[in-house]
């Protein structure tokens, strides 16, 4: 069993960096009935399908020397950017509809980017996070692993 409860009418969400579900507890915290409210998707390829230039080169006149630079990561990049554009929907929601308790699940990374951009009223109304990445899987599927 959880050491949380997800009460009714709290918004779950769940999430990638390609993927945002924004989820609804009809049921109550015994018997989770998860309804969607929103989904988002976000087509991002992988980098070499994005990035087309090579990376470049730093010359250091003094030393005479020269070194690569890394590059760019457009998947990463945009990874990121879907966490604040979602994260910003979220903080509308929360605004517009007064909801009091919120559920985050995404990957450990995600999950990280997200923490850095959630607003103040969003944080506080966070009451579990979990980890897992389960944005593929069914609202079904999402509710059993939710529920214990």
Not at 32 to 39: A, K, P, S, Y
Not at 105 to 126: G, Q, S
């Amino acid at each position: 069993m959880n050491r949380f409860s997800i009460p009714h009418d709290a918004l779950v969400f769940v999430g990638d960096g390609q993927k945002a579900l924004f989820l609804r507890n009809a049921g109550d915290a015994t018997l989770l009935n998860l309804t969607t409210e929103r989904v988002f998707t976000d087509e991002n390829p992988p980098t070499h399908d994005q990035g087309t230039d090579r990376p470049g080169r730093v010359f250091q006149s003094a030393a005479k020397k020269r070194s690569g630079m890394e590059t760019t990561d457009w998947h990463e990049l945009e990874k990121e950017r879907f966490a604040k554009r979602v994260a910003s929907a979220l903080e509308q929601l929360v605004r517009a509809e007064r909801i009091k308790a919120i559920v985050v699940v995404a990957p450990p990374r995600t999950l990280a980017e997200l923490r850095n951009a959630f607003h103040a009223d969003v944080k506080n109304r966070i009451v579990a996070e979990i980890d897992k990445d389960l944005t593929k899987l069914p609202v079904g599927e999402i509710e059993k692993h939710l529920a214990g």
